[in-house]
């Protein structure tokens, strides 16, 4: 490990273990998902808080999640929303959307937060044929690939006001890849660049160093 990674685990030790420490739940719903077999890139503790706070500072009432795998930072947001608040989350995954039902049931939120299964391109224009009531917070972290479908149809499915989050827009750096046959990178760069030249979007990245190494958030406000 770089002595970089080393100094980054130190920090976020510290910061965690302060400041998002681990419940029970939690700390279950990472022991299930890893026993499941479901890959470890879940959000860290110290950014399932930050989703948190984002949703709670949003006063928000509805989310739409898109990625779920083993439901961590489903039960960060779900926590945020009051009792009759609403939460969807898209899993291509049946098997990882299997482990996550059973993990938001842990976390008290099965009758707030609703994880389907299916490609989410598939899920979004079926979601927007039931004409639901605005999200309030969206957060992307499925393939990134299709991210900038993703942020077109968060603004279809938000209002003036809501929030769009994007997880992993650095991927170590390689997101300046301009010239890439990476999907992965090809498609945040164009949700990136959506969100620039979107007149309904206000947005910004920041780059973020932590157990999970160098990576970052886009944030978009619906401001139209
Ligand atoms: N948000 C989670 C991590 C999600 S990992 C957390 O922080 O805890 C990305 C997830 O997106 C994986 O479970 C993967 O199966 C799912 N995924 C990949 N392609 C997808 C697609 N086309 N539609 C919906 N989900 C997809
Ligand atoms: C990967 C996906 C994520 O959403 C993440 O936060 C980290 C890694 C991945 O596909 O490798
Ligand atoms: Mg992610």
């Known amino acids: 490990m770089s002595t970089a990674q080393q100094l980054w685990d130190d920090v976020d030790a510290y910061f965690t273990t302060l400041l998002s420490p ?17 890959p470890p890139i879940n959000v860290a503790p110290n950014q399932g808080k930050l989703l948190q706070l984002l949703a709670q500072i949003q006063g928000a009432r509805r989310i ?11 039960i960060w947001l779900g926590r945020a929303l009051p009792a009759d608040g609403r939460l969807i989350t898209l899993e291509y995954s049946a098997k990882h959307a299997e482990v996550a039902r059973h993990n938001l049931a842990r976390a008290g ?29 969206v957060f992307i972290d499925a393939d990134k690939a299709n991210n900038g479908h993703y942020v077109e149809w968060a603004v279809k499915l938000t209002r003036p006001g809501s929030l769009i989050v994007l997880d992993n827009v650095v991927r170590s750096g390689r ?32 780059q973020t160093v932590g157990t999970k190494g160098h990576d970052g958030f886009a944030l978009a406000r619906v401001v139209a």
């Not at 681990?22 to 479901?38: H, I, M, N, Q, Y």
Request: proline share 7%; aromatic share 2%.
């Open 64 to 74: 739409l999640e898109i990625g779920t795998l083993g439901g961590y930072s489903t």
């Open 109 to 137: 939120l099965d009758r707030i937060a609703e994880v389907r299964v299916g490609p989410a391109l598939e899920s979004l224009p079926k979601l927007a044929e039931e004409h639901p009531d605005p999200f309030d917070l």
């Open 175 to 206: 997101i300046t890849e301009a010239d890439s046959d990476d999907p992965s990178l090809q498609g945040t760069r164009a949700a990136l660049e959506l969100i620039a030249g979107h007149p309904k979007l206000s947005g910004t990245a920041v």
């Open 22 to 38: 681990a419940d029970e739940v939690l700390a279950a719903a990472l022991r299930d998902s890893d026993a499941a077999g479901l």
